[in-house]
């Protein structure tokens, strides 16, 4: 019985073996690589510029307001471990029009070379209530967060299956894993990234996609983090909660190493265990404060 | 040894017996129920209606041909089962315009009363290799797919929630559970569909929302199971053992609606995530011998 037992195990690990070596892509050496970073005048984008820069990459910050762009310049340059560097900026809207993306992508390729990893950064966030959260955000939500992610990734990919190298980075959010209350809007917009990196995961093979998702950190944290696991994985999770939220909504995406594998085989049952009283703890959360606030309703009207 | 893990057991139902009442909505009953169906001119849609229709629900048909509205029309009412019984057509692009939608919403409530269960069928699919899909389809079918379930979604909501009553159906697909080859631009458009149910169905609490999901099926068999889950008020609904097996694999952090079914997930999501390794790995191996066959007769195409 144990020796079944081990027997299958032993089998299971050799077909992981067969498996994994069609999973891990071909590393990418940051120093010299060129990054383009959207998003990447404020937070988690400039960040991640900072951390590319620190090893030695070439880059291209793409955002729309220009004063911001070069005092992110300016902050990333003090970071530089050579004279060869450089910080090239860009004012766009990613999301306004895709000829304009492709200009600038093709600008940044004429004077930095073709594009190495591309990080889309660019997006916004919005909370409130479903009926509450005016009409336009729903489209203007999805427009920055997911087309604007589309338009850059589009212009570049033509380049990277050429070359049969390159990264394209999605940031995500832990709304892009689970639906929160409150975020009708935004969820939807992390959602469709995750559709469009496991789509489009399976077309070129050698570039491989990540979705960044994080708890409360900060953003040189997630920065750390996102551009350690750009360099072969193909999701990128911060802190305990992150961690076990990517093991449980791993659902049908793609795995770059056994380990990771195996490890979300084993705990996607007890995870899922967790996470149902979690649903129901959320449950009560939003039907007493249902009950707290009719109750504040009738206050009103009788006092 | 084996007793305690009976006592973990019993444990265990008891705790999810405790969770289970929060989670089952008020039953809906058909007959005589308010349903709206977008893109109820044809395919799924129509099915869902026709579905409706014969337990006794009145209909509001929303698409935007009026000629196929009519023809769905007439072929919906041969399957009348009283007098009473009525379909309304309203033409209408659900992506346009927000007030539009909230107009013809308005008029449907008018004229057949407040809305019971809202059915998200209008969608459009397309399939291509990212670089060579047209750049407006993202934007197209993320429009049309989206915001075309957002709008109408809008528009009955504050309804629902005072009277406390109400189903809101998105139809999804597979290609909403996970990233298929050549899928994009419609991939994306269908995970944004489950973002949204699943953040909605935290708000109101008693509106059941559901992604429908299907391997090859008829439209038939697609509606029957889209409205007998969304009667008994499941999250999820699917066709098919694939389909079954996706839900289960993909739940991550959705809803659920019985004990047997958070029980099924907790059971089998390790032994499906396993069979996916492999299904993806398989994936892979397709895609890369195509990319090898493409190289091979490029390479023969120039030489010849």
């Avoid at 966030?125 to 489209?139: D, H, I, L, Q, T």
């Avoid at 894993?177 to 992390?190: D, E, V």
């Avoid at 040189?220 to 093991?247: C, H, P, R, T």
């Amino acid at each position: 019985m144990l020796l079944l037992a081990a027997a299958f195990l032993v089998a299971f690990v050799l077909l992981l073996y067969m498996v994994s070596p069609l999973i891990s892509p071909k590393p990418l050496a940051l120093p010299g690589a060129h990054v383009v970073v959207t998003g990447g005048s404020s937070g988690i984008g400039k960040s991640i510029a900072i951390e590319c820069y620190k090893q030695g990459a070439f880059i291209t910050l793409v955002a729309r307001n220009e004063d911001k762009l070069l005092q992110a310049k300016k902050e990333i340059e003090k970071h530089s471990i050579n004279d060869k560097q450089v910080v090239l900026c860009i004012s766009v809207d990613v999301s306004q029009d895709y000829n304009q993306v492709e200009n600038v992508i093709k600008q940044a390729q004429e004077k930095l070379g073709p594009v190495d990893m591309l990080v889309n950064c660019a997006g916004i966030a919005m909370a409130g209530k479903f009926e509450e959260v005016e009409v336009s955000a729903f489209e203007r939500l999805m427009s920055v967060n997911y087309l604007g992610s589309v338009y850059p990734s589009r212009a570049v990919i033509a380049t990277m299956k050429e070359r049969c190298v390159g990264r394209i980075v999605f940031v995500s959010s832990q709304a892009g894993q689970l639906g929160l209350f409150g975020y009708t809007a935004y969820s939807p917009s992390k959602f469709a990234l995750r559709g469009l990196a496991e789509a489009l995961q399976m077309e070129p093979l050698e570039t491989k996609l990540i979705s960044g998702t994080s708890s409360v950190c900060s953003p040189e944290q997630v920065a750390k983090q996102i551009v350690k696991d750009a360099m072969g994985n193909f999701n990128s999770s911060i802190g305990s909660d992150g961690y076990m939220l990517s093991l449980l909504t791993c659902g049908m995406s793609p795995v770059t190493s056994i380990t990771e594998g195996l490890q979300q085989v084993v705990t996607m049952g007890l995870f899922r265990t967790i996470a149902l009283f979690y649903l129901g703890s959320f449950d009560s959360i939003v039907r007493r404060c249902m009950m707290q606030g009719k109750k504040s309703e009738v206050v009103d009207k009788t006092a």
